[in-house]
């Protein structure tokens, strides 16, 4: 089944009934050439990228609940290149030059927005730091303006300017960053790789990996045992549990991280707007829902739900920063959980075992990063050879100490990133 405008019309017309389903429900089989755990954004793109980029269809995505249920249905869903560190910016503009083909990719809707982010700054020390992360986006190729603080007003008027204890400055915008909408984006991988072949198998939780004399042989799953030749852990909040499994202990701390949304208003925001020094970021969702968060809860937690200190903390950082967000009314508050590397970038690697393979450290930028690390992922996995975009997320480097990408400068304290 393929979307057109034409067909959209038609089933307008005719009450909406021809619409299938957009994945299959097989059961799962005793045996595949690769099992994916996790059926996430990063999961489902691997599974597509594998079938799409390498032809290879015998695959499984086992999910223990829902797709769309987990981080990638959670997030805020800002999408942007605008690292700095060598090692980030060249994945993450891969990312972004895939999400601006990946509609017309995947033949599905994603509401991929490029509605600018502007990431404020409120010091002169600031402002040097934000002019050499342009820089550095600029030269990895992708776009930066430097905007001052006249030219920040004219995108964002109603922003506090004078706030005694974070005055604006300025701001550096990155045009091409934005939202997509995120469960579409786990709904249209999802389909994409079900086309494809790829069985996706939800509600199947693993308990247990087989390894014999080093090598993966499968999984146990709530819905039995099944072997694989190949098989991938790709299960963002509990990296840790899963890779338990097979005997590893990683260098993540799981760590909650909520979001709000108010009431839909009319459109107010056009922009990503993110005040770092505040810890408060906000767009406005196609509905009209100011969408907004902070940091994490700084405690280690599994809850994919947040506790009120934090509440209070974003709301006096929005506050702060735009005061008419005060007559907004906050419809919901969620949390997922994330995974946290202590220098805050992710790991795509081989494990010490034949065959098993990790994906996971996403900490809470992982949703921009789900076509690049499909990719990157599909490419070792099929290949077993390091995807260039992706060489410098090796999970060795935190055993040696070399090669860490600490973007945010905030050293091994989880908490702090
Ligand atoms: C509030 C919030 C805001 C965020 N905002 C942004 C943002 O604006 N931009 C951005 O880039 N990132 C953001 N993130 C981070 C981003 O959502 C995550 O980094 C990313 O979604 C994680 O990858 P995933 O989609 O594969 O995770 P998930 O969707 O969590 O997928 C992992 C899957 O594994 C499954 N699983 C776990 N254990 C097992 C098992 N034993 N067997 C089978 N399945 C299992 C889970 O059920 C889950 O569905 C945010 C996250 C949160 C919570």
């Known amino acids: 089944m393929r979307f057109t405008g034409l067909r959209v019309l038609k089933e307008g017309l005719t009450g909406n009934r021809g619409w299938a389903h957009h994945w299959r429900d097989p059961a799962p089989k005793a045996e595949y050439g690769i099992v994916i755990i996790g059926g996430g954004g990063h999961g489902l793109s691997t599974a597509y990228y594998l079938a799409r980029e390498y ?246 937690s599994y809850a994919q739900r947040g506790n009120l200190p934090m509440v209070e903390h974003v709301m006096e950082a929005g506050m702060t920063l735009m005061p008419m967000i005060g007559k907004a009314k906050v419809l919901r508050s969620w949390g997922g959980i994330m995974d946290m590397t202590p220098d805050g970038s992710p790991i795509i690697d081989k494990t010490g075992v034949d065959g098993l393979y990790l994906n996971c450290g996403w900490c809470y930028g992982g949703f921009k990063a789900v076509p690049a690390s499909g990719n990157c992922f599909a490419h070792l996995m099929a290949t077993g050879r390091f995807h260039g975009a992706a060489a410098g997320f090796r999970l060795d480097r935190f055993r040696t100490g070399r090669r860490l990408l600490d973007e945010e400068g905030t050293g091994a304290q989880h908490n702090l990133h």
């Open 55 to 300: 032809g290879l269809t015998n695959i499984a995505v086992l999910e223990k609940g829902y797709i769309g249920g987990g981080n990638v249905g959670r997030n805020t869903t800002i999408v942007r290149a605008n690292y700095f560190l060598q090692g980030n910016s060249e994945f993450y503009s891969h990312s972004l030059k895939l999400w601006e083909g990946l509609e017309a990719d995947l033949n599905y809707n994603v509401m991929h927005s490029q509605r600018g982010l502007i990431n404020l700054f409120h010091s002169d020390g600031q402002r040097d730091a934000f002019a050499r992360r342009g820089n550095a986006m600029i030269n990895q190729g992708d776009d930066a303006v430097l905007l001052d603080r006249e030219g920040v007003r004219k995108h964002l008027p109603y922003l506090d300017f004078d706030n005694t204890r974070f005055p604006i400055y300025g701001g550096l915008l990155h045009p091409r960053g934005g939202t997509a909408r995120h469960d579409a984006v786990a709904w249209g991988y999802a389909r994409g790789a079900d086309q494809r072949g790829v069985d996706i198998i939800q509600n199947c939780e693993v308990t247990g990996i087989d390894i014999e004399n080093g090598t993966v042989k499968g999984v146990q799953t709530t819905r039995g045992a099944i072997r694989a030749k190949k098989v991938g852990i790709v299960v963002a909040g509990r990296s840790g549990q899963v890779a338990a499994m097979a005997g590893m202990r990683l260098p993540i701390e799981s760590h909650v991280l909520q979001a709000f949304v108010t009431e839909g208003l009319k459109p107010a925001i056009d922009h990503v707007v993110s005040f770092g020094m505040g810890h408060f970021y906000i767009s406005q969702s196609d509905k009209g829902g100011l969408v907004f968060g902070g940091d994490l809860d700084f405690y280690a």
